[in-house]
């Protein structure tokens, strides 16, 4: 490939998922911080969504696979910036649709500003600020009674 544009590459890594949540790329998560070329160096900046997240060097690994794969020839660098805040403003629309879909709720403002991602209701409940990753919150839905996950606004 000639000369790969930062949107050719944003689409390179539409396929790269992150391993805690399939269903969602880390494009659409947000993840992708910067894209930088010089000559046959591409250099990628990952934004992680909590700087402990154990998911780090996999998503890092993937990343590399991919565009090495992709395009043959250039030296791939990838980091995550621990100096640049991820924020969960940045997961796009596509991003909060695919969460929904995996049965979790995208991040509202507050912790308190959550619908249920299965019916809809705010009628939520914040049962535990710890869920199966340190990004997300347990909560218990009174209309449709199902507990879910929810992404923590930040």
Request: proline share 8%.
């Amino acid at each position: 490939m000639e000369n790969p544009t930062p949107e050719t590459i944003e689409g390179l890594l539409q396929a790269v998922h992150d391993p805690e949540i399939p269903s969602v790329s880390i494009v659409d998560l947000g993840m992708v911080g910067s894209v930088e070329m010089a000559g046959d160096v591409l250099n990628v900046s990952l934004l992680p969504t909590f700087v402990g997240c154990p998911a780090q060097r996999l998503i890092e690994a993937q990343v590399a696979a991919r565009l090495s794969k992709a395009l043959p020839g250039y030296h791939i660098g990838v980091r995550f910036n621990l100096t640049e805040a991820w924020s969960s403003t940045r997961i796009s629309e596509a991003g909060r649709k695919a969460l929904r879909a995996a049965g979790i709720a995208p991040p509202g403002r507050t912790l308190d500003e959550v619908a249920c991602p299965f019916c809809g209701s705010a009628n939520a409940v914040l049962e535990n600020l710890f869920a199966s990753t340190s990004c997300r919150s347990l909560y218990y839905c009174k209309q449709c009674r199902n507990p879910f996950e929810a992404f923590k606004p930040l």
